[in-house]
């Protein structure tokens, strides 16, 4: 997660993924690909396919959509990436996710957070970037490395600076 915009009166986080995006856009492509050659060589062998072979010519072509879904959902995921946007100007918070192919947006005030939770998981090796409510409800923000355990620090620093100049 990396700051975009930091001036007096607006903060802007996000988190894109672009290694993630390339690994799933060649995952997307490989299984469009499948997914066309099984279409192409089971149309032309139409005529001789019995009971069986029909049914495993549909079961693959079920798996390879189902790929090629599965692989455009986490490539939309990666490349639209998380954003939350601090405003002071009109008090409020908003955090736009990715949810399907479309962005989930949560719009909070500014008020209701209290600060940034990071919490550190050594099984997985990663630090885990929350918003905590008032009402003790936790906002995912995104995960980052254990190895940017610096990068961690600054943004929990400059967002506890934004949220005490309020």
Not at 15 to 42: C, D, E, H, P
Not at 67 to 94: H, K
Request: with cysteine; charged share 20%.
């Amino acid at each position: 997660m990396h700051v975009l915009e930091h001036t007096a009166t607006r903060l802007v986080l996000q988190k894109r993924r672009s290694m993630m995006a390339i690994i799933m856009a060649l995952f997307t492509l490989l299984s469009t690909l499948t997914l066309a050659s099984l279409v192409l060589q089971g149309i032309s062998r139409l005529d001789t396919l019995d009971v069986l072979d029909w049914i495993s010519w549909i079961v693959w072509i079920t798996l390879a959509a189902c790929l090629v879904i599965f692989g455009s959902l986490a490539l939309n995921a990666s490349l639209r990436g998380t954003r939350c946007i601090f405003d002071r100007v009109t008090e409020t918070i908003t955090l736009q996710q990715p949810r399907g192919w479309g962005m989930q947006t949560v719009e909070l005030s500014l008020y209701s957070v209290t600060h940034l939770v990071v919490e550190k998981n050594e099984e997985v090796r990663a630090f885990g970037l929350f918003l905590a409510l008032r009402d003790g409800r936790q906002l995912p923000l995104a995960t980052i490395s254990i190895h940017d355990e610096d990068q961690v620090i600054e943004l929990r620093r400059i967002v506890r600076q934004f949220l005490q100049g309020t």
